[in-house]
């Protein structure tokens, strides 16, 4: 069994850098693909970036350029490093587990909340 623990969300001001944080622990050795979601209230849940045990990833139009994932898998913590935030990024961050198959995943959630 795994457990997606996320940590580092909280309130940041526009243009403000936050980076986010998700380990897995228990039994791990499935995982492929690691990745963040982000959903607000009345929306559904909407890719934010992904990267995979090679290394690939794949980000939302809405933040390439402005957020960078990475992972580490020693550790198997995976990262998010969100740079020039904005309100509209304000919304509550999942981190999700993929194995080679339909088997996923996912953390708690922590909030993210971009204002003044």
């Known amino acids: 069994q795994v457990r997606l623990v996320e940590s580092g969300g909280g309130l940041v001001q526009p243009g403000g850098s936050l980076t986010l944080s998700c380990a897995a622990s228990?039994?791990?050795?499935?995982?492929?693909?690691m990745g963040w979601y982000r959903q607000t209230p009345g929306k559904q849940r909407e890719l934010v970036a992904t990267?995979?045990?090679?290394?690939?990833?794949d980000f939302a139009d809405s933040v390439k350029g402005r957020f960078t994932i990475s992972r580490d898998n020693a550790k198997n913590t995976v990262y998010l490093q969100m740079n020039s935030l904005k309100p509209e990024d304000t919304a509550v961050y999942y981190c999700?587990?993929?194995?080679?198959?339909?088997?996923?995943?996912w953390g708690q959630g922590t909030l993210v909340t971009v204002s003044s």
């Open positions: 999700n587990a993929k194995g080679s198959g339909n088997f996923a995943v």
């Open positions: 990267i995979t045990r090679g290394y690939t990833t």
């Open positions: 228990g039994t791990t050795f499935w995982i492929n693909a």
